[in-house]
């Protein structure tokens, strides 16, 4: 093969030796390339070790995470200290070790106006354990504003709350045995103070009072249902009926509205008056059949002829 070589001419023989050696350097820079490349593929002892301090920074981490979770992690130990369940905020009472549904509870009751006014309210918070009550007790602290004072006045008696399941009311104080009040002069207020009123009732009276015009007797509190006669003890009537009915200038709607009137007796009182003009005196109503004698003893009291 090589003589063949010797057949070409000077020019080509040169050409062919230098693509040879052009070959053959490529072959060897390609050769040179993968065994570089090889080489830096593997790790090096310094690689090595920076996998293996991530690694056991990550293993470290992991301990630590268990041991701070909860099933790992000691109780809390909660310091107490003295406070005004009226005063104080959620991160106080939190810091107390109550729960937030505690909290809330009790937040929601000093919205509704209630107060704590001895340490023993403060059981009555619904949610509250005995235990937590128990531990809490001795550090409860009442501002004296807030405080119980035995007053002069009729109102002596603590107040105190119930509860249903989700939140507490406030009970309202009743009056001492004794106590006397005017029962045309009562808002519902004072008739809430009297034992075996309550909100319902008290509304009850105030509007048949407005009805009849004022009471002119303390028996009259018996024309409204529920009403006992053990109430009648707590009221008086220092003052007159405050509003009459005009019989000769009412309409048959107001003469009607009156509890001791009705359709019947409105209707006879304003064909009189549309036939014979003004009534002068309860006693021309006797004439009508429509009254009877309990009917005009009733009614006197509220009767105006003018």
């Given at each position: 093969?090589?003589?063949?070589f010797?057949y070409?001419s000077k020019?080509?023989?040169r050409?062919?030796?230098?693509l040879l ?12 390339l ?7 593929l ?12 991530f690694?056991?920074?990550v293993?470290k981490?992991e301990r630590?995470?268990r041991?701070s979770?909860?099933?790992h992690?000691?109780?809390t ?5 003295p406070?005004?369940?009226n005063t104080?905020?959620?991160?106080t009472l ?7 549904f505690v909290?809330?509870?009790i937040?929601k009751?000093?919205a509704?106006?209630g107060?704590?006014r001895t340490?023993?309210a ?7 354990t ?9 550090y409860v602290r009442?501002?004296?504003?807030n405080r ?5 006045t009729?109102?002596s008696?603590p ?7 989700t939140t507490?009311?406030?009970v309202t104080?009743k009056?001492?045995?004794?106590t006397?009040i005017d ?10 103070h ?6 319902g009732l ?7 009072r ?6 002119h007797?303390?028996s ?9 006669t053990?109430v009648?003890?707590?009221?008086r009537?220092t003052?007159p009926?405050f ?18 009137m009705?359709f019947?007796?409105a209707?006879?009182?304003i064909?009189?008056r ?5 009534l ?8 009508f059949?429509?009254f009877s004698e309990?009917d005009l ?7 105006s002829?003018?």
């Amino acid at each position: 093969m090589w003589k063949h070589f010797f057949y070409f001419s000077k020019a080509d023989r040169r050409a062919i030796v230098m693509l040879l050696a052009v070959l053959i350097l490529l072959v060897c820079g390609n050769l040179w390339l993968k065994e570089k490349q090889g080489k830096a593929l593997l790790p090096s002892a310094t690689d090595n070790e920076s996998v293996d301090s991530f690694l056991a920074n990550v293993r470290k981490k992991e301990r630590l995470h268990r041991r701070s979770s909860p099933m790992h992690s000691s109780p809390t130990v909660t310091v107490l200290f003295p406070f005004d369940p009226n005063t104080a905020d959620s991160t106080t009472l939190s810091d107390l070790g109550l729960s937030d549904f505690v909290i809330s509870n009790i937040l929601k009751y000093r919205a509704k106006g209630g107060i704590f006014r001895t340490p023993e309210a403060f059981r009555r918070i619904y949610g509250l354990t005995s235990e937590q009550y128990e531990a809490l007790h001795p550090y409860v602290r009442i501002g004296i504003h807030n405080r119980l004072r035995r007053q002069d006045t009729a109102m002596s008696r603590p107040a105190t709350v119930f509860r249903d399941s989700t939140t507490l009311y406030p009970v309202t104080v009743k009056y001492v045995e004794g106590t006397v009040i005017d029962l045309n002069m009562a808002d519902t207020v004072m008739l809430k103070h009297i034992p075996g009123i309550g909100s319902g009732l008290a509304r009850m009276i105030v509007a048949y009072r407005n009805r009849l015009g004022g009471f002119h007797a303390v028996s009259q509190l018996q024309e409204i249902p529920y009403i006992d006669t053990l109430v009648n003890r707590w009221f008086r009537i220092t003052t007159p009926p405050f509003r009459k009915l005009r019989v000769n200038h009412s309409s048959l709607d107001r003469l009607r509205s009156h509890p001791y009137m009705d359709f019947y007796k409105a209707k006879a009182i304003i064909e009189y008056r549309r036939k014979r003009g003004n009534l002068k005196d309860i006693a021309q109503l006797s004439l009508f059949e429509e009254f009877s004698e309990e009917d005009l003893k009733r009614l006197m009291p509220y009767l105006s002829f003018e």
